[in-house]
């Protein structure tokens, strides 16, 4: 197979299935913020929403700064487009797929409502991982994928 078509493959896998999440966690979860649903001992189903970045960091700045986050996120996408076009390898493709998928996903919720959807909430003894969504898993997967893989320094 093209490796940039297995990427673009992977690529919507990842945006298909973030957003169905989404869909369902927007229909069931709600309201949010609310204790949400045990799924796990140490995994809740549980709605909220980041208009941050990473792990919600700079969410009161960037409430007011989505087209910024957009414009910033359709350019890496469009930096991982170009390295995938140009890839050797299929484990980079996959790699370089996911995060393109996921960032995608992302970026539609903060066209959409301004913040992204999240909904897994991991924890373990009352500490909380921030809660995150298929997207994210997505991109870090495609991430680990693409340090994995990487060939090193020469």
Known sequence: MHLPTLGLLA??????ADQATKAWALS??????????????????????????????????????????VAVGLLVVAFLGSWLWRTRSGAEAVGLGLVIGGALGNILDRLRRGAVTDFLDAHYGGWHWPTFNVADIGI?????????SADGPG
Do not use: E, H, K, Q
């Open 28 to 69: 069931t979860l709600w309201p949010p913020y609310s204790c949400g649903m045990g799924v796990l001992p140490v995994l809740n189903l549980r709605l909220g929403f980041n208009a941050g970045v990473t792990f919600g960091m700079f969410r009161d700045s960037a409430a007011g700064a989505v087209w910024v986050l």
């Open 140 to 148: 870090v997967c495609g991430g680990s994928l693409l340090l994995i």
């Open 11 to 16: 690529a919507v896998a990842a945006f298909v």
